[in-house]
C-alpha cells in the first residue's frame, strides 16, 4: 500500500511537473514551445570581435568574427520579399542587444505602367534588430531615402538622415531641405512605441554623427554643401558652416572623434578632407591634400595621423588610400589598389586594440569585402568577401 | 466511512497515468494533436488566415500541398519541407513565420503579423509539419526584374503550337484566379479581371507593344516593382520566358 501511495505521489509530481513545462511553453510569448522554431543562425559575441556590415544590392547584412576574419552568415533583412528594400547602414545599441538599420529603397519603379499610375518614393523604415540572429524586434516609418544612422549611447537616441535628391530638385530653398529624424529613445521602435521626430535641417542630408555625449548632431549637407549642426533636445539648429575651404566641397562622408576633439568631412568635389573642431560652430583647422579621387569615411590613427579611402566612381578604377599628417595637411603615404583586392574603399574603421579594417564596396554588381590593413603602410593582409554593396561597418567589441 | 479510496488496482493506476501523460504530450505538441492538425488544414484551404475581408486567397491559391510531378504552375513551391527549409522567397526572407506573414500582408491584406505563440500560427505550423517528410532544399524562385519584349513564333505552325500551349498554362497558372478566358467564369472574385478583356481597357491608352510589356510585367512583378494589387510573382523558374509569350499569344495579347 505503501509502494502504491508512493506511486501516487511519483505521479502527482510527474504530472505536475509536465504540465508546468507545457504552461511554461504555451504562455511565454517569446518561446512558441514547438512551433516554427528558429533555424537563424546565431552571432553569440562569446568575447568575439564581430563586424555588422549591411549589403545594399542584395538585402542581406553580413556578420563577421574579426578575430578570426572569417564570415560567420549574410543574412536577408528588409520588409519586402521582391523589391529591393537597400538597408545602408547598421548602428549598434549594444546594451539593449540591437541593432539599427536604414532601409532605404533606392530603386524607383522603372515599370511604364506604375510612372502613368503616379508611382512616387516609397517611405524609408528604421528596424530594429535582435543582434543575436538578427530577427525583426520592431520597425518605424520614416522618410523616403532613409539613408545613414547615428546613434548616441550616451543618450540612447537615434539620428536618421534622408538623402533625398528628389526634393533637392525643388525650385524654392526651403523646400529642397530633408528632414533628419531623432528617434528618442532608439530602443522603443523594439518596443512598438517610437516616435519618430523630425526635424527638416539642409538639402540632401548624408552622413551623421553625434559628439560624445550625444548633445549635437553633425550633418554632412551634401546639397548645401555645408555642415549643420543640430542640438538633439530642441532639435534646432546651431550653425551652418562651410564644407571646406574650396569654392565647391560636395561634403558625403562625416566622421565624429570625440576623443580628439575633431570632425571629419570628406568632400566629393574637392577630393578633400576637411578637419573641424567640434564647437557648436565648427572651426575649420586643417583642409588636407587632395586625394587622388573621391574621399570616402577616414579614420583618425593618432592625433596627428588620418587614413583615407578614395575611390573614383565614374569608372576609373583608381582605388586606394592615403595617410595624412593632420598638423600640415601634408600626404605621408598612398597605396592603390587593384580591383580584386579591394574596389570602391569606402570606410576605415579602427578597432579597440588598433587594428584597421577597409570596407570595400566592389562594383556594386559583384560581392564586395572586408579587409584588414596594415596601419603603418596600408597593405592589405586578410580579406574577407562579403555580399553586394557594402559600404558601411559596426563593429561590435568583446 | 471515507469515500475516497485509500487504494487502487496498480492496472489501473498505470493505465490512468498513460492517459494523463499522453494527454498533456498531446496538448504540449501542436505537432502530435490531431485537432491542431486539423484547425491548420482549414487554415491552409480557406481565407481565414487573413482578417481583411478583401481578402480572396488561402494559402491553396498559390501552393500546393505536396509536390507534383510534373510540377505544378502554381506560383508559390510546394510546401512539404516547408517546416525544414532555412529560406523563403528565393533567400530573400529568412524564417518561415516571416514568409508567411510577407504573404499575408501582400496578397491577403492583413499586415498584422502572426506570432509564433498565436493559436492560428501554431494550428498552422501542426498542419505544415504533418506534411513532412518533404523537400526540404529551398525552392530557386528567380523574379525576373527587367522586362524586355518577348519573342513570338514566325511561322503558322510556330503560333498554333504556341496557342495550345497558352490555353494549357492559362488552365494551370491564370484560371484559378481569373476564372475562363474571356468570360472570368469561376473567377476568385469580381475584384480579378477578366482576361485579357478588363486588362486591355484597362490599358487602352496604350499602343499594342505596350499593352504586351505590361501583360508580361504583370506576370513577372506581380503585386511587386511598383505595380501593386495582390497579384503573386511568376518566377522564372514556374513560367519561361516562352511559357509567358505563349501564354500572351493564347490570349491574343501579341503586340501588333
Redesign the interface.
Same mark, same amino acid.
Given at each position: $500500500?505503501s509502494l &502504491?501511495r508512493g506511486?501516487?505521489k511519483w &505521479?502527482f509530481v *510527474?504530472?505536475a511537473l509536465?504540465?508546468f513545462?507545457?504552461s511554461g511553453?504555451?504562455t #511565454?510569448? #517569446? #518561446?512558441?514551445?514547438? =512551433?516554427?522554431p528558429?533555424?537563424?543562425p546565431s552571432f553569440e559575441s562569446a568575447g568575439r570581435r564581430l563586424g555588422y556590415v549591411a549589403n545594399r544590392n542584395s #538585402?542581406t547584412v553580413s556578420v563577421l568574427d574579426l578575430d578570426r576574419m572569417t564570415l560567420l552568415a549574410s543574412?536577408?533583412v528588409?520588409r519586402?520579399? *521582391?523589391?529591393i528594400d537597400g538597408p545602408r547602414h547598421l548602428v549598434l545599441d549594444a546594451d539593449h542587444g540591437l541593432g539599427y538599420l536604414a532601409l532605404s529603397y533606392p530603386f @524607383?519603379? $522603372?515599370? *511604364?505602367? @506604375? &510612372?502613368s499610375?503616379g @508611382?512616387t518614393q516609397r517611405s524609408g523604415y528604421v528596424q530594429a534588430l535582435k543582434l543575436a540572429d &538578427? =530577427?525583426?524586434a520592431g520597425e518605424l516609418r520614416v522618410d523616403p531615402v532613409a539613408s545613414e544612422l547615428a546613434f548616441s549611447s550616451a543618450t540612447g537616441t537615434l539620428a536618421v538622415s534622408h538623402a533625398d535628391f528628389f526634393r533637392a530638385l525643388q525650385a524654392d530653398s526651403e523646400a529642397r531641405r530633408a528632414n533628419v529624424v531623432f528617434v528618442d529613445p532608439a530602443n522603443a521602435i523594439a518596443q512598438g512605441v517610437a516616435t519618430p521626430n523630425r526635424r527638416e535641417v539642409c538639402a540632401v542630408p548624408s552622413a551623421i554623427a553625434f559628439d560624445g555625449d550625444g548633445a549635437r548632431l553633425f550633418v554632412a549637407c551634401t546639397g548645401e554643401d555645408s555642415v549643420v549642426v543640430v542640438d538633439r533636445a530642441s532639435g534646432t539648429v546651431l550653425s551652418r558652416v562651410p564644407a571646406g575651404a574650396a569654392e565647391v566641397n560636395k561634403p558625403y562622408a562625416l566622421v565624429v572623434d570625440a576623443g580628439r576633439d575633431r570632425l571629419l568631412v570628406s568632400n566629393q568635389v574637392a577630393l578633400s578632407v576637411s578637419v573641424f573642431d567640434l564647437g557648436d560652430t565648427p572651426h575649420l583647422l586643417t583642409t588636407l591634400a587632395r586625394t587622388s579621387a573621391v574621399p570616402m569615411f577616414p579614420v583618425l590613427l593618432s592625433d596627428n595621423t588620418l587614413a583615407v579611402p578614395f575611390q573614383a566612381p565614374n569608372g576609373a578604377a583608381l582605388n586606394g588610400a592615403a595617410l595624412f599628417d593632420v598638423a600640415t595637411g601634408e600626404r605621408v603615404l598612398e597605396i592603390q589598389y587593384s580591383d580584386a583586392d579591394c574596389a570602391n574603399p569606402s570606410e576605415f574603421s579602427l578597432t579597440g586594440d588598433s587594428r584597421l579594417f577597409l570596407v570595400c564596396e566592389g562594383d556594386h554588381y559583384h560581392p564586395g569585402a572586408v579587409v584588414e590593413v596594415a596601419p603603418d603602410t596600408l597593405a592589405i593582409t586578410a580579406r574577407v568577401p562579403v555580399e553586394l554593396y557594402p559600404e558601411r561597418m559596426s563593429i561590435l567589441e568583446p | 466511512m471515507n469515500s475516497h479510496p485509500t487504494t487502487r488496482p496498480a492496472g489501473r493506476l498505470w493505465a490512468t497515468a498513460c492517459l494523463l501523460g499522453a494527454g498533456l504530450l498531446s496538448a504540449c505538441g501542436s505537432s502530435s494533436d490531431p485537432g491542431a492538425v486539423e484547425e491548420g488544414r482549414h487554415l491552409f484551404q480557406s481565407k481565414s488566415l487573413s482578417q481583411s475581408h478583401l481578402n480572396d486567397y488561402s494559402c491553396t491559391t498559390c501552393h500546393d500541398a505536396v509536390a507534383t510531378v510534373p510540377a505544378s504552375k502554381k506560383a508559390g513551391g510546394a510546401l512539404a519541407g516547408v517546416t525544414l527549409r532555412s529560406g523563403f522567397w528565393g533567400g530573400q526572407v529568412a524564417d518561415l513565420l516571416g514568409s508567411i506573414n510577407a504573404c499575408r500582408e501582400n496578397f491577403m491584406g492583413d499586415s498584422q503579423p502572426l506570432t509564433a505563440s498565436n493559436q492560428q500560427a501554431r494550428s498552422l505550423y501542426a498542419y505544415l509539419e504533418s506534411l513532412e517528410p518533404g523537400d526540404e532544399r529551398p525552392i530557386p524562385f528567380t523574379v525576373v526584374t527587367s522586362i524586355e519584349p518577348l519573342m513570338r513564333g514566325d511561322t503558322p505552325d510556330a503560333i498554333a503550337s504556341a496557342t495550345s500551349h497558352g490555353q494549357q498554362l492559362f488552365a494551370e497558372a491564370c484560371q484559378y484566379c481569373h476564372g475562363g478566358m474571356h468570360d472570368g467564369l469561376g473567377r476568385l472574385s469580381s475584384r480579378v479581371p477578366i482576361l485579357p478583356e478588363e486588362t486591355l481597357v484597362e490599358h487602352a491608352e496604350y499602343s499594342a507593344r505596350v499593352q504586351r510589356l505590361i501583360f508580361t510585367e504583370k506576370i513577372r512583378h506581380g503585386l511587386f516593382l511598383g505595380y501593386g494589387g495582390v497579384m503573386p510573382p511568376f518566377s522564372a523558374e514556374v513560367l519561361s520566358d516562352a511559357d509567358v509569350s505563349d501564354l500572351l499569344e493564347a490570349l491574343g495579347v501579341i503586340g501588333e
Open positions: $500500500m &502504491l506511486f501516487e &505521479l *510527474v504530472s509536465t504540465a513545462g507545457c511553453s504555451a #511565454d510569448a #517569446d #518561446d512558441s514551445g514547438n =512551433s516554427f528558429s533555424r537563424r #538585402d543574412v536577408p528588409g519586402d520579399p *521582391v523589391d @524607383a519603379s $522603372m515599370s *511604364v505602367h @506604375a &510612372l499610375q @508611382a &538578427l =530577427s525583426i | -
